[in-house]
């Protein structure tokens, strides 16, 4: 009877070394699909995001410039304008900082404060709140173009832009005409 009793422990111990072994193993094989499922996840997200196709977003008209508090060097703006997303997919522009240049003059930087979206294949309607720092020097310059009837305003550096989960920051070189300062400020 004992050594019948000992068989039976020896089996039991044996089955339960089995179904651990199996459940190790199994536990391997699932963590090992995993990852190789996550790979092939990133893989494929990567593949779809360097192999699409970006369109610079342009503008179609409908500028308008709002003049807010000016504090010190700081003066607060808000820019409307039209702006075509011929991407096909939506866009969000992060807040930025780029250069101003009046007349090829230097004249500070310009911040976007809030970010906004652009709709895919299609035109929206953008209300941007900007904050323009000044330049030491700038207000000279600014009053010495107040006569100009048409001003050639350039902006320049560097937008971060993103779709989805992916941000990228985008060079912006963009030179616009506008009416003169005078007529901007109602005088």
């Known amino acids: 009877m004992i050594i019948l009793w000992k068989q039976y422990q020896m089996n039991l111990t044996n ?36 192999s699409c196709t970006f369109y610079e977003p342009e503008f ?23 702006i075509y997303n011929e991407n096909s ?6 807040p930025s900082t780029l250069d101003v240049y009046i007349e090829d003059q230097y004249m500070g930087k310009v911040h976007l ?29 600014l009053l010495a173009l107040a006569n100009k009837k048409n001003l050639k305003i350039r902006l320049s550096g560097k937008v971060k832009a993103g779709a989805f989960f ?15 300062i005078k007529s901007k400020l109602g005088l």
């Open 166 to 180: 992916i941000s990228k920051k985008i060079d912006v070189n963009e030179e616009k005409t506008i009416s003169g």
């Open 15 to 50: 089955k339960t070394m089995s179904i651990s072994t199996n459940l190790d193993t199994a536990l391997n094989s699932f963590l090992y699909r995993l990852n190789a499922s996550k790979i092939i996840i990133i893989l494929t997200a990567f593949f779809l995001a360097t």
């Open 89 to 94: 997919f939506a866009l969000k522009v992060k």
């Open 113 to 141: 404060d809030k970010k906004f979206k652009m709709k895919r294949k299609s035109t929206t309607r953008v209300s941007a709140p900007l904050t323009l720092t000044l330049a030491d020097g700038a207000m000279f310059k």
């Open 60 to 82: 179609r008209g409908g500028e308008n410039i709002k003049m807010g508090k000016l504090n010190g060097k700081t003066l607060k703006l808000t820019v409307d304008a039209d």
